[in-house]
């Protein structure tokens, strides 16, 4: 049977063991499900005419997570705030989501002062709210009835295309993975689960929170994300399973490495985004197993790695997927490769990853019906994201619908050339993106993140070597940055890039036609 998020508390209501920490504070899982008890009798004393939608302004802080208990046990939707967001564009979210009143905290009230938002705003860490949760104190566990499909969270996609959409998360999206991942890794009461991406955000609720509620392990919360806190705070915590999303991997092992790194407590780290390189040294580095998924925000599509899945590969496709042709609606072919690797036949290969048997956990997204029609065509759920096929039938990620590139002619995928600039021993990190050609269609442009003794000439001269670097895919220009625009979940914000393209201060370079790259001056 799926399970309600509300369940999962109240199986924790007499639990005595540890059920949060956040940095010298602790509380018991039945003081965690009390406090859940005052939001929500505190929710309901605030309700107002019309969708009860609470927004949430806060970092990874205690009263984040009370106030989620406070929602599933009030019958209120939370509505996670992006802070990274400003201006009209927070005051947009705010609106889209039917907004009844917005809860913030010291920190981040300066990014509502000025807005028109026309709601209350209410500082959780202010005189005026411990007095309203004084009156709220000793309220009775009465929590309103929820099923599997009614909706708990909005959730903001990372916008990394533009305009973010609030996503419909029900009890069951976030209930159903927490209880699957505690079960998979074998996860109890003695363990504690690592939680530093953003609660905001839905791999911190589904693949972080809930996990540890539904294991009944200590969650261990941390503000903000910091690559150099990372291993001081697993020791501290005594974290033995920690999530990520995006770059966390990469931004840890580029903190100088100890001798002692492997000896700490962790033993599974679960996520998405990871190319395979981090992957395999983070696990060797801080001897853990490190396991990661395939899926998005909306839900309607996830794979999981296999221990035969091959290097680069996502896994197999559950039951129900396919990788579809866009303009047919038919399948692709499956791709054929050259001795040496390269993909012979991208355009009949590549597609988009489509949930043929229905929307999966796709809820829809909240007052946006263009999209949930973009999202839903012809009863399947089409995911925006490209892959293709090998004869195995391993599936291989190719980039987002907006990642294909027009090159002399010939449609490209980002994700393959990014793999390939990866392999570079001194790339940190990559993206691969279009700039407009003089004439028609795109030229590649690559952004590179290096470390070390890193020169363009060595790399022309690597880049040189990978067989399975096609012609056209060879990135007509480099960018060497210090770091790459991201959105708060560390995803990279390619449109910002792209926008940018030459008019950077960061050193580009153009290639020439001997193949070398010579510094590019606008």
């Known amino acids: 049977m799926t399970p309600t998020v509300t369940e999962l508390l109240l199986a924790r209501a007499d639990d005595g063991r540890c059920g949060l920490r956040f940095e010298d504070s602790s509380w018991t899982w039945a003081e965690v499900v009390r406090?859940?008890?005052?939001?929500?009798?505190?929710?309901?004393?605030?309700?107002?005419?019309?969708?009860?939608?609470?927004?949430?302004?806060?970092?990874?802080?205690?009263?984040?997570?009370?106030?989620?208990?406070?929602?599933?046990?009030?019958g209120a939707v939370l509505v996670g705030l992006n802070p990274t967001r400003r201006g009209a564009a927070l005051a947009r979210d705010v609106r889209v989501t039917d907004c009844q009143l917005v809860l913030t905290d010291a920190a981040h009230a300066d990014l509502l002062a000025d807005l028109d938002l026309d709601v209350p705003v209410l500082e959780v860490d202010s005189p005026a709210w411990s007095d309203l949760l004084a009156e709220h104190a000793g309220a009775e566990?009465?929590?309103?009835?929820?099923?599997?499909?009614?909706?708990?969270?909005?959730?903001?996609?990372?916008?990394?295309?533009g305009d973010p959409k609030a996503v419909r998360c029900t009890h069951a999206k976030i209930a159903f993975p927490g209880r699957m991942l505690a079960e998979r890794f074998g996860l109890t009461g003695e363990d504690v689960t690592y939680v530093a991406m953003p609660l905001f955000h839905s791999n911190a609720l589904m693949a972080g929170w809930a996990v540890g509620l539904a294991a009944g392990a200590t969650i261990a919360l941390r503000r903000r994300f910091s690559a150099s806190g990372f291993l001081p705070d697993v020791r501290r915590f005594g974290a033995t399973y920690a999530n990520y999303v995006g770059k966390p991997l990469a931004h840890v092992l580029a903190t100088p490495p100890r001798p002692d790194d492997a000896d700490n407590p962790l033993r599974v780290v679960y996520g998405n985004e990871a190319n395979e390189r981090d992957l395999r040294r983070f696990a060797e580095r801080f001897g853990c197993l490190v396991v990661d998924g395939f899926g998005s925000t909306e839900g309607g599509i996830a794979i999981s790695r296999t221990p035969d899945t091959p290097p680069g590969a996502l896994g197999r496709l559950p039951e129900g997927v396919a990788v579809l042709d866009p303009e047919t609606g038919k399948p692709c072919a499956t791709a054929e490769f050259s001795p040496d690797g390269t993909l012979l036949n991208p355009d009949e290969a590549i597609g988009e990853l489509v949930n043929t048997a229905g929307a999966g956990w796709f809820a829809g997204y909240y007052n946006a019906p263009e999209a949930d029609a973009e999202r839903m065509r012809d009863g399947m759920y089409w995911s925006g994201d490209l892959a293709y096929l090998d004869a195995d039938g391993f599936c291989h990620f190719a980039g987002r619908t907006a990642d294909w590139l027009r090159v002399d002619g010939e449609n490209l995928a980002t994700a393959p050339i990014e793999r390939v600039l990866q392999r570079h021993p001194e790339v940190r990190e990559a993206a691969v993106?279009?700039?407009?050609?003089?004439?028609?269609?795109?030229?590649?442009?690559?952004?590179?993140?290096?470390?070390?003794?890193?020169t363009v000439e060595e790399f022309a001269g690597f880049l040189s070597a990978q067989a399975d670097l096609g012609p056209k895919q060879w990135p007509r220009y480099l960018r060497l940055a210090s770091d790459l625009p991201r959105t708060a979940t560390h995803k990279v914000l390619k449109r910002q890039l792209q926008s940018e393209a030459l008019g950077t201060e960061d050193p580009v370079y153009r290639r020439s036609d001997r193949g070398t790259y010579v510094r590019h001056r606008a």
Do not use: I, K, W
């Open 35 to 74: 406090r859940c008890a005052e939001r929500a009798s505190l929710l309901r004393s605030l309700r107002r005419p019309g969708p009860f939608h609470v927004g949430v302004l806060l970092g990874n802080v205690p009263e984040f997570t009370f106030l989620l208990g406070g929602a599933a046990f009030s």
């Open 141 to 161: 566990l009465a929590p309103v009835a929820a099923g599997p499909d009614d909706l708990l969270v909005l959730v903001f996609t990372s916008g990394t295309g």
């Open 433 to 454: 993106y279009g700039v407009p050609d003089p004439v028609v269609g795109d030229q590649v442009m690559a952004a590179l993140v290096t470390t070390g003794a890193f």
